[in-house]
């Protein structure tokens, strides 16, 4: 019986994930920029520790900026081990909402 609820369990995650990605992320991406991307680009975009780039100044899109997440780009760090695709796709928009914010 325990064997069965965990089984049910997993396939109740597996579920949820699937169907979470196909619609809108619910991962707070302001929450995963405070983690991981503080400490080189500031809370505000332009701190730029190490070389990091000013992203209210970028002019990437969200899938470039996908891409320079999920791989690194010289000093910047790839994220592909730490993060599912999900999260760096929620991290990428919040990196857009800087950049309203810094023309505003
Ligand atoms: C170890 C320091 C460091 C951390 C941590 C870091 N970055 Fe970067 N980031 C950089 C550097 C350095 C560059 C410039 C890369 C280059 O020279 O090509 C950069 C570039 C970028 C770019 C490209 C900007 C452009 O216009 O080309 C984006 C987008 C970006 N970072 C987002 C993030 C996000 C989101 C996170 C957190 C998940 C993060 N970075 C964490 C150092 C960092």
């Known amino acids: 019986m325990k064997r069965f609820v965990f089984f049910l369990g997993i396939i109740g995650s597996v579920w949820a994930c699937s169907s979470a990605s196909a619609g809108e992320p619910e991962v707070d991406g ?3 920029y405070k983690s991981y991307c503080i400490s080189c680009h500031g809370a ?6 190490s070389g990091a780039f000013d992203l209210t100044a970028s002019t990437l899109s969200l899938d470039e900026r996908v891409l320079v997440i999920t791989n690194g780009r010289n000093a910047m760090a790839s994220f592909k081990t730490l993060l599912p695709p999900k999260k760096i796709r929620a991290v990428a928009e919040y990196t857009m909402q800087l ?4 023309t505003q």
């Open 99 to 102: 950049k309203a914010e810094g």
């Open 30 to 32: 302001h929450q995963v």
């Open 44 to 49: 505000n975009g332009k701190m730029g520790v």
